[in-house]
């Protein structure tokens, strides 16, 4: 009898199958999942809460203003020149507000959908690096649920437009550098040099630099200079011819444009003791930290992981992109937190790259770190916001149900931590939910006194029509006033004893009107009321403000909410 022995393959790795499900799923789903949450955390909450000042309430009059006048090469704010930003970035809320109308929707489609964007480059690029779906899929949702990333995205302000405009230029660079042919080459370094011209009109002369800081190190480091000088001239053209037509536009129109902007938003912010918005030089050091919350306990993890992978070329670059930038915006004497955006996609990149690796070892010590650190963190902020609310009443008992919402946000938050605790391995980006939904629903839990002094033009909307009938306008607050302004679709608000970010444009003698002082306040007002009915918005919140209240008539109707105050005076008879 003959024997026939069959020769069986050895069984597969549990691991390896376990790990190759996992990478069909994250691929089949990871686009789908990150669209869903955009549309659920990003752009449904667009509409839920006033607009802040002073940013929003100001970008969205900008903007709305280039509607109404058709010029769309000069900025004015309330019809007075405002040269503290180029052009680009007013251009895309304008859209906005054309295609969605005049309203919160259409004021932060922008933002939005600049964010959204970065996060299908941080996907796109991270597939690049390492051709895993599971890493492209973590870093694109790190990225998403980076708090300052995602609270930026409902926030109309041109941070996350510029942020865009940079995470392209170096996605771009990367791509060129990884060029498989000379056609793919050129096609990346015009890419770049398009989001570089982008980003000039949107920021400014930083949208150049920040490429060349990390790209020169990177091609000396690499032994590719020659490269970066054959091929630089591309993005150098595209970027010219991009931005050139207004550039050329602007100072037709305007030729104090560019000696304002370089001198005062570049120089002066850069380096005087007296630049706007000082800050020391460690400020953005544990401001990394916060802008990467939820994720920040997993920040020593993922630093010492690309510190040993440093001379590997992607981790290199993506080292150079994170800590440049950092270095560059901590010398300036000039900080906001927004600044720092973008540093935050190589951050979620490493991290990424980190979080995969250590889920492939089964290592779940530091995932569970961070989960244990955002139930602390989120646990300290609610025993915190009970012992305001039973201490000094912060919501009044009209507001339970902004009140409710901030105890789910918290909850949520809580909730979504604990959940990685349990299964790191399983649910370890479970705090995303929580932070979407924080993201999504603070904004609308605030008490009233912070609307009421923040988001001004809600009280506007309220009192629109007796306000839509008046012939002239007062403030004595740009907030209140650029919120009035975008509100009646009326740039024409004359200022009451303010000048703050306007003083360059005040200072023109053709804008002398608009200046309303102490002096001749009553003068104005007699004068104004003989053409017809004035509305008037005032902030009353120091003593100064209420001396202001008082120089104007008293037959006016008031309205009141917290510290601000809304009169409507008649026309006076003949």
Known sequence: MTLHHTILPPPANPLARNASRTSTAVERWIVPGLLLAFVLFYLLPLMTHGLWIPDETRYGQISQEMLLSGNWVAPHFMGIRYFEKPIAGYWMIAIGQAIFGDNLFGVRIASAVSTGVSVWLAYLIARRLWNDPLKSGACALLYMSFGLVAGQAGYAN?????????????????????????????GAWAMLGVACGMGFMTKGFLAWLLPVLIAVPYMLWQRRLGELLRYGPVATVVAALVSLPWVLAIHHQEPDFWRFFFWHEHIRRFSADDAQHARPWWFYLPLLAASSLPWAALLPSTLIDAWKNKRQPATGFLLLWLVLPLAFFSLSKGKLPTYI?????????????TVVGLLEQAKSRAIRVNGIFNVVLAGAALIALIYLQATRGIYENTEMFSLSLAYIVLAGWIISSALQISRPLLLWSAPALGIWLLVALLPAAMPGQIVNSKMPDQFIAEHIDALGETTSLLSNDLGAASALSWRLKRPQVDLFNTVGELKYGLDDPAMASRKVTKENVGEWMTEARKKGAVGVVMRVNSVQEVQEVAMLPVDGKRYQRGNLEILIFPQSRP
């Open 341 to 353: 955006m973008p540093c935050l996609l190589p951050l979620a990149l490493l991290m990424g790259h």
């Open 158 to 186: 041109l941070d996350p437009q510029f942020t865009l405009w940079v995470n392209l230029s170096l996605v771009a660079l990367w791509f060129a550098l990884d060029s498989r042919s000379s056609r793919e080459r050129i």
